[in-house]
């Protein structure tokens, strides 16, 4: 579906990854929906530690495990899901999954527990580790993203 190829980069620390999370963010709007894929502590909060920043957040982000959903911003809000704990798809259903796609941007961990309500048009990472506190993180968009996009992570990583 994506008309161009992932585009991957590598985060040598948390800072680092918080900071392309920070540079995703510059290209959202809402309706966004980010779907985050990765082992436990490959960095998925970290990633979106640096998108609330962006937003405007002013609480410390954490993952909202035992929540399932955080908010954060204030002109847009930043939805933060955490489905590790998911009971089923009617739980994330009772959630109001679609109500938060509609009115912010969703950044969703363990994304691959929702695949069959996912929107089509989103954002996909793969977040791994590759050794030490290197990630890399595979970013593919869905039709979301605008032209030239890749521009935004130009430089050193």
Same mark, same amino acid.
């Given at each position: %579906?994506?008309?161009?190829?992932? *585009?991957?980069? @590598? ?10 999370? @920070?540079?995703? =963010? ?7 929906? *980010? ?11 970290? *990633?979106? !530690? &640096?998108? =609330? ?24 809000? /930043?939805? $933060?899901?955490? /489905?590790? !704990? ?10 109001? /999954? @679609? @109500? %938060? ?11 691959? !527990?929702?695949?069959? %309500?996912?929107?089509? #048009?989103?954002?996909?990472?793969? /977040?791994?580790?590759? &050794? &030490?506190? *290197?990630?890399?993180? #595979?970013?593919?968009? $869905? ?7 890749? !521009? ?6």
């Amino acid at each position: %579906m994506s008309a161009i190829e992932p *585009l991957v980069l @590598e985060s040598r620390s948390p800072a680092a990854t918080e900071a392309i999370g @920070e540079g995703l =963010a510059a290209l959202l709007s809402p309706g966004t929906t *980010l779907a985050l894929y990765g082992d436990l502590a490959a960095g998925k909060t970290c *990633l979106v !530690r &640096g998108l =609330a920043r962006h937003f405007g957040a002013r609480d410390a982000v954490h993952s909202p495990t035992f929540t399932l959903v955080n908010e954060y911003g204030e002109d847009v809000r /930043l939805h $933060h899901l955490d /489905l590790y !704990r998911l009971g089923g798809a009617e739980e994330l259903a009772d959630l109001g /999954l @679609e @109500e %938060m796609v509609d009115t912010g941007i969703c950044a969703i961990e363990w994304a691959e !527990r929702a695949e069959g %309500m996912l929107p089509k #048009r989103r954002v996909e990472l793969h /977040l791994e580790h590759a &050794g &030490g506190d *290197l990630r890399r993180i #595979r970013i593919s968009d $869905h039709g979301v993203l605008p032209l030239g996009w890749q !521009r935004q992570f130009d430089g050193p990583g």
